[in-house]
């Protein structure tokens, strides 16, 4: 008998959803909470590491990625790690163990919330 497991398929997980931090800026003026929470996700962002690791894992086939397939950014791998980590930190990825690697994932929630955010519209 194998011992193999197949890996169950991710569905979305409605508590990983990421509603908009606040009104379009277009709407009205940030409160204090609200301004705070943008500012840590577009700090995570200010990074150009940081954005170039973002923009690998939301382009990335599938909508996820293995740390294997995106660390050539021009740093070491624990410089790789810490620039993930305060992505996650900053609620902008997910990530998932799965044996001796992580998988990373942006949610397109994510992505909605900030057009929405900025006053971007579809369309």
Excluded at 60 to 74: L, M, R, T, Y
Excluded at 94 to 109: D, N, Q
């Amino acid at each position: 008998m194998s011992n193999v497991k197949a890996l169950p398929l991710l569905e979305p997980d409605a508590d990983l959803d990421v509603e908009p931090c606040c009104a379009p800026l277009t709407e009205r003026p940030l409160s204090a909470e609200e301004a705070v929470r943008t500012a840590a996700m577009f700090k995570a962002l200010g990074d150009p590491v940081r954005l170039r690791l973002f923009s690998a894992i939301a382009s990335h086939e599938g909508g996820e990625a293995c740390v294997c397939d995106i660390s050539d950014v021009g740093v070491s791998q624990p410089t790789v790690s810490h620039h993930l980590k305060k992505l996650r930190e900053a609620g902008l990825l997910t990530s998932e163990r799965r044996g001796t690697w992580v998988y990373y994932r942006v949610a397109p929630s994510v992505l909605a919330a900030m057009g929405k955010m900025l006053g971007q519209h579809a369309g």
